[in-house]
């Protein structure tokens, strides 16, 4: 059973899939199990919660077809911010279509999810065809990536104030670009410095790193550093379990996905689930879980209650050290908070205590 071990620990023995090891070493080192769900539909909205939560978070759990203006500009932005602040990217697509259709939606159209999330996650109910679909897409959108090159220059101070949108937000700089064709050639943007597709090249994933409590900054600083870029894969999460009151997800659906993720090791890298569902010694599956919330400040002994449209709501200690979960999805306990910051460091440090508890 995987939920003893520490993060670091499992990270040295996970061989079959380079995103998950990454993964378990970079929670390790930041010493968050935190993944903010960012429900929000502007570009804007989006970017400055990553800038408000990134330090405090392992992962992102963004919504495209939500933002209302949804476009180049918003990956461009969340993956410079993802980089600079070390979180991933896990776009909430939910696919459950036959192969085909999962294929388009996973790698064209206006999002073009496969070119810019590290993961994704799917329903099983369409049976195994969908994972294998997904993979051989992941595949081909990490080899297009491999050899393309996508570069440019940046310029300017932006005044991003409400309600106006700058040419391009990246880094706290406006982007101008420009698209030069060649014949019998793809458009390339060109600019003075590579970066996006090109830097996901870096497989740096030195060192996992000790798990102590409080690192002196500058040490955590530079062992992230020296973990380095994600590596240039793509990985699915698979809907195991759901938090929803009512839902149809029973035990034996649940041992389909289970067994689903055995066969496909090397691109399936946990579930949405609601416990650790590594039953066998050959398991290292993270579960990520939903439905995380925390009592108020003010009021700690306040009990929990769901949002009156099914969602049911557990805190950290109850997710991760009593069910054995590896990541704790929060939003509105997050995004409603005046201080996202604040707010969010404060689900950080419960849900990082309830882990240390649980391996102790």
């Given amino acids: 059973m995987s939920s003893k071990l520490t993060y670091a620990s499992r ?45 405090s978070i392992c992962m992102i759990k963004t919504h495209a077809d939500i933002i209302l203006d949804f476009s180049e ?16 990217i896990f776009e909430d697509r939910k696919f459950g279509d036959i192969g085909s259709t999962v294929q388009a939606q996973y790698t064209r159209g206006p999002f073009a999810i496969s ?23 992941a595949a081909a959108t990490v080899d297009s990536i491999r050899h393309g090159v996508s570069t440019e220059i940046s310029v300017g101070t932006p005044d991003i104030s409400e309600g106006e949108e700058p040419d391009d937000y990246i880094d706290g700089k406006v982007a101008t670009r420009r698209t030069i064709s060649h014949a019998g050639r793809k458009d390339s943007i060109v600019t003075a410095t590579t970066i996006y597709q090109t830097v996901e090249l870096s ?68 579930y949405i689930s609601q416990r650790d569902l590594n039953f066998d010694a050959g398991d290292d599956f993270l579960s990520l879980t939903p439905g995380v919330q925390l009592p108020p400040k003010e009021q700690p002994e306040q009990g929990l209650k769901g949002d009156g449209l099914g969602q049911q709501y557990r805190t950290p200690r109850e997710v991760v050290g009593k069910d054995g979960c590896d990541i704790v999805i929060v939003g509105r306990g997050i995004l409603a908070a005046k201080d996202r910051a604040e707010e969010a460091e404060r689900y950080r440090r419960e849900a990082w205590k309830a882990y240390e508890t649980r391996v102790r």
């Fill in 73 to 88: 500009r918003t990956t461009n932005g969340l993956r410079e911010i993802s980089r600079r602040k070390k979180f991933l």
């Fill in 203 to 270: 497989q740096r994933t030195s060192g996992s790193g000790s798990e102590v409590s409080s690192p002196a900054p500058r040490a955590e600083s530079e062992a992230l550093e020296r973990l380095g870029e994600p590596p240039l894969a793509r990985g699915l999460l698979l809907f195991a379990q759901m938090s929803s009151e009512g839902n149809l997800m029973n035990m034996e659906y649940t041992k389909h996905c289970i067994q689903a993720a055995r066969e496909h090791k090397d691109f399936v890298v946990g």
């Fill in 11 to 55: 990270a040295e023995h996970s061989k079959d899939n380079p995103l998950r090891v990454y993964l378990l070493r970079l929670i390790a080192l930041k010493k968050t199990n935190l993944c903010v769900s960012a429900d929000v539909d502007s570009t804007n909205a989006l970017l400055r919660l990553a800038e408000e939560v990134g330090d």
């Fill in 115 to 137: 070119s810019w999330a590290h993961l994704v996650n799917a329903h099983f109910f369409p049976g195994p065809a969908i994972i294998t679909a997904l993979k051989s897409a």
